[in-house]
């Protein structure tokens, strides 16, 4: 599985989590930091990522236009500092 996670969570979760998800990734490293979510939806679905968020406007576009174009919503309590780890576990 890919991982292309979104602007609002770090890229430092690339590094941490490379011998689980070794195909991940992070909107930065592609340039794709300032566009829109449109942007980025059409990259991932192209290059195969699910996007990592925590913005539910990813969310709402599955819904609205379908998938094959899948997403992991982070839904957490306020907002987090990109330079910190979120307290997720994957098993």
């Not at 839904?75 to 330079?83: E, F, I, L, Q, V």
Request: hydrophobic share 35%.
């Amino acid at each position: 599985m890919k991982l292309l996670f979104d602007q609002n969570l770090s890229r430092k979760l690339v590094n941490r989590l490379t011998d689980i998800f070794p195909g991940a990734s992070h909107v930065q490293f592609h340039g794709l930091n300032e566009v829109s979510d449109s942007e980025i939806w059409d990259f991932a679905k192209v290059q195969g990522f699910y996007i990592v968020t925590q913005d539910a406007d990813f969310a709402e576009r599955s819904r609205l236009y379908g998938s094959p174009l899948k997403e992991i919503w982070l839904r957490c309590r306020g907002n987090s500092r990109t330079n910190t780890y979120p307290s997720f576990k994957l098993s």
